[in-house]
């Protein structure tokens, strides 16, 4: 029996999916069809690709080395569904992007509606975290990062959408409590509230002033992922943050928060919009991108 090469798409699209039930939904086929045409291509292979129980399945290991060719199969193929889609007139397919949550800097509600509207034959799949997803492996089409810069990689293209400019923020209460630091080395004796980055590690602050140049860590009782939960607590009168100014804005008229260290800047972060770099972006990819980078002129 010869080796179908459609199969080994098909494996490569399970193990994306997580499952039998997940993989037939996106192909929309049935799921007798999908575990018979696996089943088939172990036969053919000689050995077992997956382990399956009810809950859950195991690649083997002789399963992880055809997956190597089989993802090559599948970008192959899709490669040159995107070069088709680039000749057609109105973007179709499925498009998954990886948004950061607690995004103010743009309307996501406005965003996903004018898309909607816009490509109809288009299905969105977003995932909002503020983790650093793998494009390549989870099969992200894009990825929206905040970072000053960004990691060398290859296998990605990054383009710049947007520059956020930061600063140190305290509610007026906390500042009556403990007093107004005159100079970065008093927040040493401060409360100051830490953000996780993308990568799980507490992100430290950089402050500088003309040639003047100031670094530490914040060191407080609670750190979190969320800038906009940062700004709450701040606002509530927890402790100092480091946000940007787009996030304070509301709570700076409100006078729930007030700018300290105002002559000293943290570095300004960029919104990156990430995607794979080897790979030619569909039209649904493109006409999401122009509609975020409008979206984005439209708020400044």
Same mark, same amino acid.
């Given at each position: 029996?010869?080796?179908?090469?459609?199969?080994?798409?098909?494996?490569?699209?399970?193990?994306? !999916?997580? @499952?039998? @039930?997940?993989?037939?939904?996106?192909?929309? %086929?049935?799921?007798?069809?999908?575990?018979? =045409?696996?089943? $088939?291509?172990?036969?053919?292979?000689?050995?077992?690709?997956?382990?399956?129980?009810?809950?859950?399945?195991?690649?083997?290991?002789?399963?992880? &080395?055809?997956?190597?060719?089989?993802?090559?199969?599948?970008?192959?193929?899709?490669?040159?569904?995107?070069?088709?889609?680039? *000749? $057609?007139?109105?973007?179709?397919?499925? /498009?998954?992007?990886?948004?950061?949550?607690?995004?103010?800097?743009?309307?996501?509600?406005? +965003?996903?509606? $004018?898309?909607?509207?816009?490509?109809?034959?288009? =299905?969105?799949?977003?995932? +909002?975290?503020?983790?650093?997803?793998?494009?390549?492996?989870?099969?992200?089409?894009?990825?929206?990062?905040?970072?000053?810069?960004?990691?060398?990689?290859?296998? /990605?293209?990054? *383009?710049?959408?947007?520059?956020?400019?930061?600063? /140190?923020?305290?509610?007026?209460?906390?500042?009556?409590?403990?007093?107004?630091?005159?100079?970065?080395?008093?927040?040493?004796?401060?409360?100051?509230?830490?953000?996780?980055?993308?990568?799980?590690?507490?992100?430290?602050? @950089?402050?500088?002033?003309?040639?003047?140049?100031?670094?530490?860590?914040?060191?407080?009782? %609670?750190?979190?992922?969320?800038?906009? +939960?940062? *700004?709450?607590? !701040? !606002?509530?009168?927890?402790?100092?943050?480091?946000?940007?100014?787009?996030?304070?804005?509301?709570?700076?008229?409100?006078?729930? +928060? *007030?700018?300290?260290?105002?002559?000293?800047?943290?570095?300004? %972060?960029?919104?990156?919009? %990430?995607?794979?770099?080897?790979?030619?972006?569909?039209? &649904?990819?493109?006409?999401?991108?122009?509609?975020?980078?409008? !979206?984005? =002129?439209?708020?400044?």
């Amino acid at each position: 029996m010869s080796l179908d090469a459609n199969d080994l798409i098909l494996f490569a699209q399970v193990i994306e !999916a997580g @499952s039998f @039930s997940r993989a037939a939904e996106r192909m929309d %086929v049935p799921k007798s069809t999908v575990s018979r =045409r696996i089943s $088939q291509l172990e036969t053919t292979l000689g050995e077992r690709l997956l382990m399956r129980t009810t809950r859950r399945l195991t690649i083997t290991d002789f399963g992880e &080395r055809i997956l190597d060719h089989a993802r090559r199969l599948l970008d192959e193929t899709e490669a040159a569904s995107a070069l088709a889609q680039h *000749r $057609q007139a109105t973007p179709h397919g499925v /498009l998954r992007a990886s948004l950061l949550p607690d995004f103010v800097e743009l309307d996501l509600t406005s +965003l996903c509606l $004018q898309y909607a509207a816009r490509y109809p034959e288009v =299905r969105l799949e977003l995932d +909002l975290s503020p983790r650093r997803v793998d494009l390549l492996v989870e099969r992200f089409d894009l990825a929206v990062r905040a970072a000053s810069r960004l990691p060398d990689d290859n296998t /990605l293209v990054a *383009r710049k959408l947007h520059e956020m400019r930061l600063g /140190l923020y305290a509610s007026p209460a906390y500042l009556t409590r403990y007093g107004e630091p005159e100079s970065p080395e008093d927040l040493k004796k401060h409360v100051c509230l830490s953000l996780i980055s993308g990568n799980g590690e507490t992100a430290p602050w @950089s402050l500088t002033r003309g040639k003047e140049r100031w670094e530490g860590t914040p060191n407080g009782p %609670v750190a979190v992922n969320s800038p906009i +939960l940062q *700004r709450d607590l !701040a !606002a509530h009168g927890m402790g100092i943050i480091c946000l940007s100014e787009r996030y304070a804005q509301k709570e700076i008229e409100e006078g729930l +928060l *007030r700018r300290i260290l105002p002559d000293w800047e943290p570095p300004t %972060v960029t919104l990156w919009c %990430v995607t794979p770099g080897r790979r030619l972006l569909p039209a &649904r990819t493109t006409a999401f991108i122009d509609l975020l980078k409008s !979206a984005l =002129r439209s708020e400044n």
